[in-house]
């Protein structure tokens, strides 16, 4: 499997609501990142896993928090989110620290209302 | 600090004819560069890679790329486009700060005339 899936592909949600997205990969890879991308902008680091473990915080809101249970999986909670969250999350995994050789999903599409 | 541009916003080319995209970097040492491509609403896609080695580096799709340390650049190469190849490319250059951080330009969007 050399692929890194998300879901949901398109999510809506009001500014009230708790939601998460999901990233999956199964090559064995040791680090794994969320990304923010607005629209004709590059996609923008929000979170980085190594290990299972958080070792990059861009200084997110709160609002988001990521959570990683295994080294397959990787997980972003939303919570009253304000609508200029919306944008495309991309989730993407490296082979291991030190490797920036990065692998994107197909990105989440989130609509804040 | 460390820096990818890319100078070109919007570049349209014929189907059939040759392309280069330039990216400049700014960057202390050696460093990983990388060319994606993302087509509307999807995730990026690894084109190319550069670590060390043969400067001319070949990557899928018919692309190639060359880094060139003098001019602190790694341009990107196609001899013939094809319609499908419009789409928006990233330059990115890593790590950072020895961190697993991409630092991308701002993109170049392809327009492929028929």
């Known amino acids: 499997d050399t692929e890194v899936t998300q879901t949901p592909k398109h999510l809506v949600m009001g500014m009230t609501n708790k939601k998460s997205l999901k990233c999956e990969q199964h090559?064995?890879?040791?680090?794994m990142y969320w990304y923010k991308q607005k629209a004709k902008k590059p996609p923008e680091l929000m979170f980085v896993?190594?290990?299972?473990?958080?070792?990059i915080n861009e200084s997110v809101p709160s609002r988001f928090s990521p959570e990683c249970p295994n080294s397959s999986l990787l997980n972003l909670h939303l919570h009253a989110l304000q609508p200029e969250d919306s944008a495309l999350y991309l989730c993407?995994?490296?082979?291991?620290?030190?490797?920036?050789?990065?692998?994107f999903g197909p990105g989440t599409r989130l609509t804040v209302l | 600090a460390q820096s990818v541009t890319q100078p070109d916003i919007h570049i349209t080319v014929s189907e059939g004819a040759s392309l280069e995209l330039r990216c400049n970097y700014s960057?202390?040492?050696?460093?990983?560069l990388f060319w994606y491509v993302q087509s509307p609403g999807q995730g990026l896609q690894l084109l190319l890679k550069?670590?060390?080695?043969?400067?001319l580096v070949q990557g899928i799709k018919g692309f190639e790329a060359e880094f060139k340390r003098s001019q602190s650049s790694f341009n990107l190469r196609k001899p013939s486009v094809h319609w499908s190849d419009a789409a928006e490319y990233f330059c990115?250059?890593?790590?950072?700060?020895?961190?697993?951080?991409?630092?991308f330009g701002q993109g170049t969007r392809l327009t492929i005339n028929p």
């Open positions: 993407a995994s490296s082979p291991r620290a030190g490797n920036n050789e990065q692998f």
């Open positions: 090559m064995g890879h040791r680090a």
């Open positions: 896993y190594s290990y299972e473990k958080l070792s």
């Open positions: 960057y202390g040492a050696t460093p990983y």
């Open positions: 550069y670590f060390s080695g043969d400067t």
């Open positions: 990115a250059v890593g790590p950072i700060q020895g961190a697993q951080k991409l630092v």
